[in-house]
Each structure stands twice: as C-alpha cells, then as structure tokens.
C-alpha cells in the first residue's frame, strides 16, 4: 500500500539525484571521489563499526571496532578532581576489547568535570551540572592555559596507549545541552587534543566534533566551527546522520543522502577535503517516535546501510547493540539478536568484500548494485512505498532480470526465483545469479 507522503519524499530525493549514487572509491584516506569516478573498492571490514552501553553483553554480529560513548567513560567521570583519576570504568572496556579481539577503539572526550567547569552550577547540562560548558582555564576568544583540558587528554591518552587509535573531539557541540561555548573555544580544544594525542600517540586519527547536517541551525554550527579554522585539526569530519522522526512521520533512510550533501559542501567550500565517518545514528527513539515495528526496523536499517556506502561514508557506528530506546539489535530480556539484528547480519555478508557500485530510485522502488569476485553479481530492491504492520509485510511483483536464479532475504532465506518475479516490500531483499 503506498501513500502520498511516501511517494512524495521518494521523488524528492530522485530529484536530487540527477544520477545512480556511485560509491565508495577509496577507503580511509583519499578526499571522496567525483560521481563519476569508476574506480571502486569491496567494502572492508572496517566500514562496520559499533556502539554499545555495557561490555555484556558483548556483541554477537561482526563488526570492527566501537565507539566508547554512551558508556560512563566521561571526562567528568574519569577525572573526579584536578590531578585525580578514575580509570575503573575505562578500564573495563579496555579489558574487555583486548579480551574478544577488538582491537579498534574510538574514544570521544566530552563533558567538562563540574571542578573544571566555567559554569559549575549548570543545570541545563544533558550529563551533570557545568558538563557542557568550557573549561574555567579556557576564555571565550579561545586564548587561555587549557591546562585541565590538556591534563586529561595527555592522561587518558597515556593510559590508554595504542588501544585507542582514534579520538573525537566532544559530542554533538550544537546541541546546547552538551555545549555552551564558542566556536573559537572549541576549535582550541580541538587543537590541543591534537598536538597532546599526536606526542603520545602519532598514528592516532582525530575526528571533528560530530553533529548531525540537516537542519538550518546545525549547519549554521558546521560553517560557523569551519570558518574559526576548528576542521583542520581533524583527520575526518564525522556526521550523526540519523534522519528526522515522530509518530506519524517514520524515519526514512533516503535523508541521509541530503546529510552527507550537505556536510560535503560545506567540506568544500572550506577547502576541507577530508573522509567522512558517521560516528552515531540509528532510527530514532522507538518509543518517542512511535517507531516499534522490528521489520520497519530492520528495513530501515539495511536501506541505511547501503545509502551510507553509496554517499562514501568509509565507518559507520550504529547506535546502539543493546539500547532499550535506540537503534537495538539485541533483546538483553531474551538473548537473541532482534530483526534489525538478524538483518545487520545478513546486510553485513551482502556487503562484506563486494563493491557497490551505485544505487537509484525509480518512483518508490531503489535498486542497488553489487559485483564480487569470480564473476558474483547482485541486485538489492525494495520498495518504500510498501509497509509491515503486526508481523506482516506487503509486497508487490517485481520483474526481475532473468539472470538472477534466486534472492536472499533479511531474514537470511535463500528463496528461488520462478516466472522472473519476486515480491518486494520495505525490506530490501537481494537478488543473486
């Protein structure tokens, strides 16, 4: 069943698109390709990043490495009082990576201790009183010693050692909650964190503060941080690409496509050719936003999944494995992994090692396609203005090309192909030869 709110955002997103998203050219390094560019990678092993809340459990699926917040390893928690600190939490991560072989960590540092805080009293703060103001050692214009700042950065950067590879400036600086400060003031934080990590550590990567690119007021963030010179002092500009939602309004996967463009610009105009990670999203809060069915959920998750790759993200960091609200693709009551979990799995040996070459929109049905070695060829389609209601999916007929024999589902079926036809529906299924 389609409706016109469907149809109408599916055409404005193939308006954008005045050709096939081409995808990923080169993986870490390079700037992000033209789109022609024709020369295309397999997805790596590394594209697939993670985010948990607790070291149990430790996640099932495969995935490279984890992003430690969200994980009562703040800078507030970590150091309690001025030259004092509290490894124990941090610890427990780290132990617990070296223990399943993760060998990729992420750290991002945030959240002013209230000793240190120019606000102590702050009560707006998401995280504890003065935690998202700056510093009391660092001034407005960005001048000052920054001394606590880099105390702890030297710190943890020590303590951790090459277990944390790469580092992100703060969390999501637009949103007042988690920071009051100016443009100049965290462009300083930036700076320092850089110079500290890289005398401790000079093959550690830093990241940008990382905000999401949708809205007029977060972009003005990003232009107003590029323009105070904060996005040299990163190796990559990271992005929190989760699209809008509410109830009545499910999330819709194609936003991330306008996210990245807009970031990209706003790269561009500041001559800031740097690789892209999304560092944090998901489908949005279930239950606020009335998004609880588990086969939109592992829909959305898939069709996010390919968009990210089409657009050159190079690390995608779900949020989160085990979240009761958020992005949750492991049941803790249960012990298993949830439909979006299951469909993690299937999307990540879908992609795993293939090249994606593009994928496009004819009205509401998208194509993407995948090429491997020994000749592997595959389609995957859905159909957004199809739905699932109560552990129901619908679907409509699908010509298929005749070289493809059979199609996978997220639920990991492998079904044959008769008459050329499959039924397609908001879950992207693949087809294979």
């Known amino acids: 069943m389609k409706t016109l709110g469907l149809l109408l955002l599916t055409f404005v997103f193939v308006a954008v698109l005045s050709q096939p ?153 637009a949103m007042p909650y988690y920071w009051t400060g100016t443009f100049a003031q965290m462009t300083r934080l930036a700076q320092d964190a850089r110079s500290v990590i890289l005398s401790v550590n000079p093959n550690a990567q830093l990241v940008s503060p990382p905000n999401g690119a949708q809205d007029p007021w977060v972009l003005h963030w990003w232009e107003g941080y590029a323009a105070a010179g904060g996005l040299q002092y990163a190796d990559i500009a990271a992005v929190h690409g989760g699209p809008h939602s509410a109830c009545g309004s499910p999330p819709q996967a194609a936003e991330f496509i306008t996210i990245v463009q807009n970031l990209r610009a706003i790269l561009k ?42 657009m050159h993200v190079t690390r995608f960091y779900w949020y989160s494995y085990a979240d009761p609200d958020v992005g949750k693709l492991f049941n803790l009551e249960t012990g298993q992994l949830t439909k979006a979990g299951v469909a993690y799995e299937q999307v990540y040996d879908w992609m795993l090692e293939k090249t994606l070459t593009g994928c496009s929109a004819n009205n509401t049905i998208w194509t993407c396609h995948f090429f491997g070695s020994q000749g592997y060829e595959a ?31 997220l639920a990991g079926e492998t079904v044959a192909i008769s008459n050329n036809e499959v039924p397609i529906g908001a879950k992207p299924i693949l087809l294979v030869k």
């Open 21 to 173: 998203l081409v995808a990923q050219a080169d993986d870490e390094t390079a700037d992000v390709p033209s789109s022609n560019q024709l020369h295309v990678h397999p997805v790596p092993h590394h594209f697939f990043q993670m985010s948990g809340h607790g070291v149990k459990p430790w996640p099932i699926i495969p995935f490279d490495g984890l992003r430690l917040w969200g994980t009562e390893t703040y800078w507030a928690i970590l150091n309690p009082a001025d030259g004092v600190y509290d490894w124990t939490a941090l610890d427990q991560w780290l132990n617990a990576a070296q223990e399943h072989g993760t060998t990729h960590l992420m750290y991002t540092m945030a959240l002013t201790p209230q000793w240190a805080s120019s606000n102590p009293g702050d009560t707006t703060c998401k995280n504890g009183p003065g935690a998202c103001d700056p510093p009391n050692d660092l001034n407005a214009d960005g001048t000052g010693t920054d001394q606590h700042w880099k105390d702890f950065v030297r710190a943890i950067a020590i303590h951790a050692g090459n277990q944390i590879d790469t580092w992100e400036v703060w969390n999501e600086p």
């Open 379 to 409: 389609e995957a389609v859905w159909d957004t203005g199809e739905s699932c209601s109560g552990g129901s999916c619908q679907t409509e007929d699908y010509a298929a090309d005749k070289k493809y024999t059979h199609y996978r589902t």
């Open 269 to 310: 105009t500041y001559n800031q050719g740097k690789p892209i990670w999304d560092t944090e999203a998901n489908w949005g809060n279930v239950t606020k936003d009335c998004f609880t069915d588990e086969d939109l959920q592992a829909a959305f998750l898939a069709q996010f999944y390919f968009f990210h790759r089409t």
